[in-house]
């Protein structure tokens, strides 16, 4: 069963940087597509970008273009989020998730989540 754990959060001011990780155990995440998704205070969970097993990108939201980066390095069974430029708007708790394609809805394997407050 695959577990996921992601790391690198916390509390950042506008404008600053934050990498979050999304570490792998129970299987090796090469074959999984992985999406990385926010819930902020009082709304719904919404999908940031995706990455499947080939590197292919979908980004899941506009304000991803140009401000977060998706990568992977399948050697430590980890993949990351690089998010640049924070803004206070995506002050949320992120998540990534796994499966063998992406989806926008339902992927099958979830982290816990890890909150990002962007404030001064």
């Known amino acids: 069963q695959l577990q996921l754990v992601e790391s690198g959060g916390g509390l950042v001011q506008p404008g600053g940087s934050l990498r979050l990780s999304c570490t792998a155990s129970g299987s090796t995440l090469d074959t999984y597509a992985i999406g990385w998704f926010r819930q902020a205070p009082g709304k719904d969970r919404d999908g940031v970008v995706c990455?499947?097993?080939?590197?292919?990108?979908?980004n899941l939201a506009d304000y991803v273009e140009g401000r977060f980066l998706i990568s992977r390095d399948n050697a430590k069974n980890t993949a990351y989020l690089q998010m640049n430029n924070l803004r206070p708007e995506d002050t949320a708790v992120y998540y990534c998730?796994?499966?063998?394609?992406?989806?926008?809805?339902?992927?099958?394997?979830w982290g816990k989540g890890i909150l990002v407050t962007v404030s001064s």
């Open positions: 990455m499947d097993s080939s590197g292919g990108i979908t």
């Open positions: 998730a796994a499966d063998f394609i992406c989806a926008e809805y339902g992927m099958d394997f």
